[in-house]
């Protein structure tokens, strides 16, 4: 009997927690989430494509327009609009992001300047606001003082009128 009892849980175990353990069933997917069709093959080689160019962009020293994702690809400005303040920030980025891209291709000599350049950027970025803040609250703080104590004036001078 005990036999027949423990070949039937070894049994079980095998049949239905091994397979659970091996080959574990996913849960289910939230009820908000809403499943997504199949890509057709046209749309599976442009994806495998695009993906293939981006890799092979990515093995390039130098990253130039014509290798760049197209969310990174820089517009042509056309002659008669001015670039002003917002397109030397954006270049700015640019040359930021890819001088850490170079770095971290170079190795971890090479990132160490990189990333020290961008948070002393950081840094005195913080500090510059920090400043600014600091100069806001003290002014601010004066007029609140400086309404208090014309307050007490007013105060102070409508009542001895109003004794007498």
Not at 16 to 31: G, M, Q, T, V
Not at 80 to 88: F, H, K, L, R
Request: glycine residues 6%; contains cysteine.
């Amino acid at each position: 009997m005990k036999l027949r009892v423990v070949c039937r849980k070894v049994y079980d175990y095998v049949r239905y927690d091994l397979k659970e353990i091996a080959f574990p069933s996913s849960l289910p997917d939230p009820p908000h989430i809403k499943p997504h069709r199949k890509l057709t093959w046209k749309e599976r080689y442009l994806v495998l494509k695009e993906a293939s160019r981006l890799y092979a962009a990515s093995w390039v020293r130098d990253i130039g327009p014509e290798l760049r994702p197209h969310a990174y690809r820089k517009k042509p400005e056309s002659e008669d609009e001015p670039s002003g303040e917002n397109g030397a920030t954006k270049e700015k980025e640019l040359s930021t992001l890819e001088d850490l891209a170079v770095a971290a291709r170079g190795g971890a000599e090479k990132l160490r300047p990189a990333l020290q350049r961008v948070y002393m950027t950081r840094a005195s970025a913080y500090r510059d606001a920090l400043k600014s803040f600091i100069e806001g609250y003290q002014e601010g703080i004066q007029q609140v003082m400086e309404k208090k104590e014309d307050s007490k004036s007013h105060q102070g001078g409508d009542s001895p009128k109003g004794s007498s």
